[in-house]
């Protein structure tokens, strides 16, 4: 990777379109300690860095930004530019004796820890294809030595997706597979309720259909962009439940911190007391993270999150020599990692805070984030600046946790869904000419956000306007190509794409048989529940008992007034009511069943069209429902 090309004079005063964290703080683009960190260490790289699935097709390809080794484009900010020069290095790197981390060929990493035998890896990235080809060039360097140990860190996909691309079923026996407490419930609770909009909304979020180029998709600030192969998940064997609990792994000495409700509900950080290694999962890296994904979560907690780092600053003092992370590069010395984690601390306390004060005086959250600004020793930092969450959506996020949706003033409590309101701003505004000139002059004048919100309402009250939605097409571009935060940016670029050339579904398919069979059977029932067709069902009466075989467990299923209902029956109760249908099973079968597979091999006592009846008022969400038109 080349030098880090010099901004232009307006970048070094800190300029942005927004998406960033400060818009007016000098920014120090001579600093060169991220790059000589990104840097260290290097042993190899994956020539072509290109990793393909069996069939052929290409799932992660990390020589499609070769372009990011030039000059920053004005299609770019400058200071995104420099962050997505640094996460697209790829290879094989040296953390410290033992310690290897495979970079570039995922969102996230993969680290490799030398034990006496084999190796344990730490969080094997989205895909199995990409885990695979990451452990295949550490073996090209370090020797071929079997996987003796497993770690997850978090509950997030990309960080144990790929766990059977290290980890096959004919290598797991006696492997120990650690995570942190009630990781195996998260992991695979986001795609039992909102996981389809969740995925679609993931598409923009990561850009991963955008052109890779630069006016394009230049990475997303945490890491380049998602692998698009198999997800996969080898359960955890050895759970993790509280701080200073120590494990040994193939002679490879572990404490753990545990850090729940952070940047996962299920986190962890952990010592390698042996390296003087500090391993701080997904809590610490090199960006602003986010309190609330722009995919769409469940609002993270910035308060509890800097009280871990303050934690870990006192837990793990004198104990280590460099920190590293599931993402980005290490930071190498006791005392510059204690300042590194002392102002990601400070970070996220200045924003709980701060918002929390701000909306006690009565500001909304979108005014408390045009408001609200970092202190300028946080906002020089490189690792605090918005490259993957920002100081604006993060504001409004922990709004969000306190205030819930609503601001407070009663013309927003039962306003007019977006179609309808769309139709009536144009009306009053003089129609769709008057609009459109109107959003153009918006645009001239550098309003390219009101220009954004008046084609909006144009596009939302007539899609059929082509004039509409190429204009705010060329807006949106002009709004991601400025933005310093990746996310943003791809946000913006893809929903220009989609207006010039309609909707696309998601690659990545979270829904494998593994993923399925880690879900409880509250779950795998919620996940129907959810997609119960109500109004189709308002109706209906039936009641359906499951006893299954491996957990020894009767559950019965209730549908009334168009709401699934299910609960536990105890072995010695009897309910007042006898159900219409009982089938006795496995949990696997149930899964076949619930997937319109028939009842054979299932023993069935009363009515079968019950069951016909239920599954046919099940919905399936289509993955690439539109965002940017109606």
Not at 79 to 87: D, I
Not at 100 to 112: E, F, H
Not at 448 to 468: G, Q
Not at 591 to 599: E, F, R, T
């Amino acid at each position: 990777m080349s030098a880090l090309p010099p901004p232009d004079a307006d970048a070094r005063a800190g300029a942005s379109a927004g998406g960033g964290s400060d818009t007016g703080t000098p920014l120090d683009f001579d600093d060169t300690t991220d790059a000589e960190n990104a840097d260290r260490g290097f042993v190899a790289a994956l020539r072509p860095a290109v990793v393909t699935d069996a069939e052929g097709r290409v799932v992660y390809d990390n020589d499609a930004y070769a372009f990011l080794r030039g000059d920053c484009p004005d299609t770019a900010h400058p200071s995104l530019w420099r962050q997505a020069q640094l996460c697209a290095r790829q290879g094989l790197y040296e953390v410290t004796t033992g310690v290897y981390q495979v970079r570039g060929l995922d969102l996230s990493n993969m680290t490799v820890v030398e034990g006496r035998r084999g190796v344990v890896v730490i969080d094997p990235l989205i895909s199995a294809e990409t885990a695979a080809a990451a452990l295949a060039l550490y073996r090209e360097h370090r020797g071929d030595r079997p996987v003796t140990g497993l770690i997850y860190t978090h509950s997030h996909g990309d960080h144990f997706g790929g766990s059977r691309g290290v980890l096959p079923r004919d290598a797991e026996d006696g492997v120990p597979i650690l995570a942190p407490r009630g990781f195996l419930e998260h992991a695979v609770s986001e795609n039992v309720y909102a996981g389809n909009a969740m995925t679609r909304r993931a598409v923009f979020m990561y850009g991963d259909r955008l052109r890779k180029a630069p006016d394009g998709q230049i990475g997303a600030g945490l890491g380049m962009t998602t692998s698009t192969g198999t997800i996969t998940l080898v359960p955890p064997n050895v759970e993790i439940t509280r701080t200073g609990q120590e494990e040994t792994v193939d002679g490879v000495r572990i404490v753990f911190q545990l850090t729940p409700g952070t940047e996962a509900p299920a986190e962890m950080n952990f010592l390698l007391p042996d390296h003087r290694a500090l391993c701080l999962a997904e809590n610490a890296t090199h960006t602003l993270h986010n309190i609330l994904t722009l995919r769409g979560a469940v609002v993270r907690d910035a308060r509890i999150w800097s009280r871990y780092l303050d934690e870990a600053i006192d837990l793990f003092d004198g104990t280590y020599d460099v920190a590293f992370a599931s993402h980005h590069w290490p930071t190498w010395g006791h005392d510059r990692v204690v300042g590194f984690l002392g102002e990601q601390r400070d970070l996220y306390a200045y924003l709980h805070d701060q918002t929390v004060r701000l909306l006690n005086e009565g500001l909304t959250g979108s005014e408390i984030a045009e408001t609200l600004r970092l202190p300028p020793a946080l906002a020089r930092s490189w690792h605090a600046r918005g490259y993957y969450g920002s100081l604006s959506h993060n504001v409004k996020a922990i709004y969000q946790r306190y205030m819930g949706w609503f601001d407070g003033n009663a013309a927003h409590l039962w306003e007019h869904p977006p179609v309808e309101q769309a139709k009536r701003y144009v009306e009053v505004a003089g129609g769709p000419e008057a609009v459109l000139a109107a959003a153009r002059r918006y645009a001239d004048s550098g309003d390219a956000r009101f220009a954004a919100t008046l084609l909006n309402h144009l596009v939302f009250a007539d899609p059929a306007n082509t004039e509409a939605t190429t204009a705010l097409a060329a807006v949106y571009d002009r709004l991601g190509q400025g933005a310093e935060n990746g996310t943003w940016r791809n946000f913006y670029l893809t929903a220009a794409q989609e207006l010039r050339h309609g909707e696309n579904a998601a690659i990545l398919d979270s829904t494998n048989p593994e993923m399925a069979l880690a879900l409880t059977t509250d779950m795998l029932l919620d996940s129907i529940a959810v997609r119960i067709d109500g109004p189709r069902a308002w109706d209906e009466d039936l009641v359906i008992d499951l006893r299954l075989t491996d957990e020894d467990r009767r559950h019965r299923l209730t549908l009334h007034h168009g709401a699934l209902t299910h609960r536990v029956i105890a072995p010695d109760h009897t309910p007042a009511s006898t159900a219409r249908l009982t089938l006795t099973l496995s949990k696997a079968r149930l899964l076949g069943v619930l997937a319109g597979q028939g009842l054979d091999g299932v023993t069935v006592d009363g009515d079968p069209g019950a069951l016909d009846r239920l599954l046919s008022l099940v919905t399936t969400p289509d993955p690439a429902f539109p965002i940017v038109t109606p």
